[in-house]
């Protein structure tokens, strides 16, 4: 029922993310390092977000001044605004989680810091601060699915690109060994939820076509 499709998600998601963790993640990511040795043009996958944030919070404050200055949005426009402020909460959402979940990198960074291929280290260290433990949930993931959400929800003609543009992203993600599968899993849906309720907020569903109403019955005419 549609009612239990959050739940049914929300239990779907955290499944294989566990499975993940427990039976998937150190094996991809021993892969990817030692087999495809983070090539350029996988690594150029985890860019395709980068406008992203800077480009949300850019038109939402254009959105803004032209809302003071009488201008009221129409689908198009509030389309866009829900991608903006999806992909805002998202971020913030995400970087609250980190923290939260304190988990380790598939790799050394920054600082030495302890990673599964590094040191063999693997696991989350709840609310422990630092760079070095925040591989979960991934925030690429949770920022390109942040405006999928909202456009898979208000544009349905455009829901092929929503599946096809994350994927690659999340491609990139593991060719690159910048992420755990898991990681990727988590962000994915978090960044979805976000867009797919902020669209739920605004109201950028399609607007339902309007049918003739027969004049002697007052019923929808059937062939409209």
């Known amino acids: 029922m549609p009612e239990y499709r959050g739940i049914t998600a929300l239990l779907a998601t955290a499944l294989l993310t566990v499975i993940s963790i427990e039976f998937f993640d150190r094996a991809v990511a021993s892969w990817s390092f030692t087999v495809l040795h983070r090539p350029d043009v996988l690594e150029s996958l985890t860019h395709i977000d980068d406008p992203i944030p800077p480009g949300a919070g850019i038109l939402l404050g254009l959105a803004g001044l032209a809302a003071l200055a009488g201008w009221r949005p129409g689908h198009w426009a509030r389309i866009v605004i829900a991608c903006c402020i999806a992909v805002l909460v998202a971020i913030n959402l995400k970087d609250q989680l980190k923290y939260a979940f304190g988990r380790t990198w598939p790799e050394t960074w920054v600082n030495d810091n302890p990673s599964w291929i590094g040191n063999g280290t693997y696991g989350f260290w709840p609310f422990h601060k630092g760079a070095g433990w925040a591989s979960f949930p991934s925030g690429h993931m949770t920022v390109i699915a942040a405006p999928a959400g909202v456009l898979w929800a208000g544009v349905p003609k455009l829901r092929p690109l929503c599946v096809v543009v994350p994927l690659l992203v999340a491609l990139g993600l593991i060719g690159a060994d ?22 739920a907020l605004i109201g950028t569903a399609p607007a339902a076509r309007t049918q003739p109403i027969s004049r002697s019955s007052g019923e929808i005419s059937p062939g409209a």
Do not use: M, R
């Open 178 to 199: 910048y992420h755990f599968l898991g990681d990727i899993i988590a962000g994915t849906y978090l960044g979805a939820v976000c867009g797919i309720g902020i669209a």
